[in-house]
Structure formats: C-alpha cells, structure tokens
C-alpha cells in the first residue's frame, strides 16, 4: 500500500487545486459580473436621473431642483439602492447633493478631479468598493460617475450616484458556496473516482505483479528461493570472488521423507518442509541464500565462510532437526544430513555443488542425520558406489546372485542344527563385494524387494534338500516390510515351495524397529503366528534396547561376535557381559546364539553358560549350497545316532 501513497496524494493534490482554482476562477467572475451590474445599474441611474433633473440644464447653473426632481431622487434612494445622488458641473464643482442639497452662496466649492475628467472625457468612471465585517457579511457600494449631457449633446456636468450592490453580492457570493461545496462532489463523481478506481486497479495488478514476482522467485510451499534463482544468485556471488570470498555450501536431505509423507500423509509432509525451510532461515545469516532444489533437498549458499562457520552452523541445524515436531496432533522427530564444502577461490559454482551433493550421499550411507565434508577419496568412493550398483542390476537381470550356507552348531555335541543364508556377489573380474557394501545399495534402490524374495525363495529350496530337522535362517531387511505385504508373500511362498514355517528363521535388526513400529510389529506377529521363529540379530552393536526385546517376543537372540572379538584382549569383562546377555536372552524364554566362534578358548569359555548355539568360523564358514549338503551328509554318516 506504501507504493500507491504518493500517486494517492498526487490525486489528492490535484484535485483540491483543481476545486480552489475553479473556485477562484468563479469568485472572479462573480466580481466581475458584480461590478458590471453595479456600472449598468450606476449609469441607468444616473442616466435616468440625469434625463430627469438635469434635461434644462438649469438645475446645474444653480443647484436648486424642484419638488419633482426632488421626488425623483427620494424614489431612486428608497426603491433603487441608491444611497447618495451628487450634480457636478462641468469644472467639476458640486452643485447638488441629495444628502446636503445645493451647496449654500459663499461655501468653498471643491473641485472632484474625476468628475471634471468624466465632464472632459465623456467617458464614466465607476468603483465597486467590497468590505467584509467581522461577521463575515459582505458589504457591495458602487461608485458611478456619469457624464451629463443637454439636449444638444454638450457636456454639461456628471452625476454621480452611490449604489449599495450588498445583497445581490450576498446572493452571488452564497450561490458560489453551495458551488464550492458542490464542486468536490461533482469533481468526485467525474474525475475522482474513476481515479480512485483506476489506482485500485494499478493496486491490484501491481499485487498480481508482485505475486508472480514472488511465484517465480520463491519456493511456493517453503517461502526458500527456488531451483532457478538459487542456480542464478549463486553463479553471482561465485562470478565475484572479490567480494564474496570462500563460498561455503551445503546440500541438504530431510532423512526418510518419503517414509514421513507414506506414514503421516501429504499435508504432514508439506508442513514438514516448510518446517525445515524455515529452521533453515532462521539459522544463517542475511548474506546466506536458502532455497529449495525440488523434492525433500536445500541447499545452503554462504559467501564469505569458513569450516569453523560451516561446522557451527551445520551442528545447530542438525541439533534443531532432531527436536520433535508436530502438526494436528501428529509428532515425528526427524533428522537432516548435510553435505558441507567450502568452496576455493578458483572453483565453480556448480563444481562447488557437486562436492557439497556427493559428500551428502556419503552423510547418508553412513547412517544419515550427519554432516560429512567434502574430501577428494569421496570422489572415488562415488565412483566404486556407482560401479557396484551397476554390476548388482546386472547380477540381478543374471541372476549371478549366489547364496552361501553358513552352520549353526549345538554347543552339547557340536552337531550342525541350521544354516543361515547369506548373499554372495562377485564383481564382473571375480572378485568378491562385501554384503556389508552392496546390501545398503539393495535397500537404498529398492532392489532388496526383488533380491530379498529371490533369497529366501533359493534358500528355501536349498534348505529342502537337507534333512527335516535342520533349520534355515535368512536375513530380512527393513526395507523388505516397507510395502506391508511381507507375511502373505511368504506365506505363499511356503505352502509354493512346501517348507514347514516351523524350519524357518527370519533375523532382523535393531533398527527395523526403529522405523515404524505399528506395521512393523503387525508383520512380525503374523510371521510369527505362522509358526516363523524370528531371531534377533546383531545384539549389541545398536541400542540393544530392552523395550524392543519385551515388546516384540523374539525366539532367538544372536550376540554380535564384537563380544568375541573383545574377549580376545579383556577376557574378564567380556566375559561378564556375554554371560549378562545369555543369562537374560534365557530368562525372557529366548535361544540364545553366539555370533563369530573362531578358536577352543572361546567355546570353552561360552560352554559354562549353556548357551544355544554357536555360529563362526570354528564351527563352519558360510559355504556354497552343496557344500552344506555335503557337510550334512559327512557330519550324519560319522554320527549315525543324530539323523
Ligand atoms: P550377519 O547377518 O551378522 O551375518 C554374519 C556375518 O558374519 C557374515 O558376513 C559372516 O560371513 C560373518 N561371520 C560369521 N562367522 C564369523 C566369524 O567367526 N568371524 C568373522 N570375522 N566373521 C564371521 P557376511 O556374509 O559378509 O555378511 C555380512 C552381513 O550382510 C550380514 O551380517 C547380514 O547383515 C548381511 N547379509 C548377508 N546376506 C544377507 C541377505 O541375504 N539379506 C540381508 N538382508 N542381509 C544380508
Ligand atoms: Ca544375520
Ligand atoms: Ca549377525
């Protein structure tokens, strides 16, 4: 509105000039039209008067009238506004005045200058005199001099007579105030307010103006700058290293939105990123540029930074998106990761970007709700990621994907009671990825659905060829029960492949729970209830939470073999703590298995505290499907008692 107060006060300015103008130019005329009344008036008068009194022209060589001429003087003072009536002769010198009459012999006869020149001239001289009182009441005389002629056209004298104009004056003058005070008005109707219309609507195409303005700058949902200005005021700022120095940059994720808008809904998920927008806002300077870069990703663009800066700025911000946030009555208490680079003096814009967007990838594959800086071996490892994924569609497609058997061992005789399953994939040269280094991209692109049911599905098939009482243990992903359908797939799976439930062991991880406990625990419920037993992996490496354990009624726990690893340099206290854990898996009803067996010194320290089984190294490594065949087969025909 600020924009449209000076063209509103033009406006304003303007048309009281225009009115005070009209206003003077009708007050002029009124005067005008006052003063020539008055003169007609005046000369009809002495005119009249003249003809009347003056037609022998005796009444000026003597000043003395008759009783008629008299009469005709009282009637035009009475009726006429004629106030004084005076008879000049021709040097100029009063004869009669209808206030004193004709001057008496022997009085100073003064001459009236302007009579004598109405007298020479022929001409009329006429005055119009305004006064206002202090009432405001305006007062109108008109001073007429008129030239007198006789009959033979001669000058033979001047008649003057004062008029009193006040009333048709008060009359003029009250008409022009209803004027003025109509004037604004009719000004209003023809002029001010098309005006005021016409500003309304400049008002409003220029709010639409600046709406579009906005709209093709700004983020609508946010309020963040948008893709494109972003790209445009940072390719600025990186042009002029001058000015703006080390550019610092960060690239930022909100962590599992997509699990955030699927669980809480859009709406949630809107409010979410605004949320986030503005946590960003408030957190850097005015200098800073925020925007959004579509989906779920910021960037931050901070000319004249440092690491120190970068690294304060990105703590608090992490800070602040770990506290809980809620929208009608929905909580969630989410996480960023930060991809941070501080940009050279001889580095591009868009060079800058690229290194603040691959150290985010890393923040995230190595557990999201972090910062990572950019350092050049990331580069490499970008390009190993990218290699690995490839060669995993590939595998996939060929199904070149193998799976290896490692044994589970009962501690009382050493005899073999399962296998898990675990995944094999070697890259196009023969040499072997790790499953820690290509389960994460499995579940990052979302081919652990495919591969994981492929999994179980070989894996069971392989279990079948072993004898009955042999389990199959096989690792799930969190990602596996993301869809919801997992426990009708392997329910139909099952019965496909005829396999009893009851030989089936499915593990799972600490941080499955994590993610959405509902639809989780309903799936492992109806796993269970199938006759699944589930087995908690890893215990000990995450929160090893005691909620998790009570609420979730696992059959089995599987102490991660960093126990054993520990035990190998203070054998005292680890000790106490696998005999802590085995003693509590016990008394919450659960089997106990220990992870990562590898020598005589660690079994002969297990074996005092009864636990259920023993997987690693010592007992067997993971092994191709017809070598745990065969192992079965060797291990049976030794010991014929146990088939
Ligand atoms: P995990 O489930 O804890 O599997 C056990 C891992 O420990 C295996 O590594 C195995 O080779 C290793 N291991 C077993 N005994 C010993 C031992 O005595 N000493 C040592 N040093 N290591 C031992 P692997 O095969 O590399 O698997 C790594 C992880 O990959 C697995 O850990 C599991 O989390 C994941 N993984 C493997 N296959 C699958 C799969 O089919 N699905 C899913 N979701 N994850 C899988
Ligand atoms: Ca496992
Ligand atoms: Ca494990």
Redesign the pocket.
Known sequence: MRKFASPLAILLVLTCAIVLGVHLLIDRAIDGAIKSHAEMDAMKWAKELNSNLLESGDALANGALTEDQKAVIDAAIKFGNVYAFIVYDTSGQMVYSSDYGAPGPGSVRTVNQTAQQVVASGTSNVEVVQRVSPSGSQSVFVDALVSAKGQDGRAIGAVQVYLDKSDIATFYHGLLDWIGLLLPVVCAVIYAIPSVAFVMKREQAFTRNERVRQLSRYDALTGALNRHTMSTEAKKRFADRDAYGEIGVFFLDVDKFKSVNDTHGHEFGDAYLKHIASLLISNVRETDLVGRMGGDEFVVCFPNASFEFLDEVGHRILNEANQPFEYKGKTIQGSLSIGVHLAELEESGPEALHAADLALYHAKTNGRNRMQVYFSALDAALLRRCAVEARMREALERDEFEI?F?PLSKPSDGSIIGF????RLNSADGTPI???EF?PIAEETGM?QVL?MR?LRQAIETAKTWPDDIFLS????PAQFQKGDLVTEIEALLTELVFPARRLEL?VTENLLMADEERVSAQLVGLKRMGISIAM??FGTGYSSLGYLWKYDFDKLKI??VFLEGFEFDNARYREIIETIVTLGHKMGMQVTV????NESQTEMLNEFACDQY????IG??MPAAQALETISTERAAKPSVA
Do not use: M, W, Y
Not at 420 to 423: D, F, G, S, T
Not at 595 to 598: C, L, P, Q, S, Y
């Open positions: 290896h490692q898990e399953a675990l995944l790790c499953p820690t389960i652990i994981g999994t096989v690792n799930l992903s593990e992996d890893d991660d073999r992870e990562g067996v590898e997987q690693g190294f010592l490594k993971p």
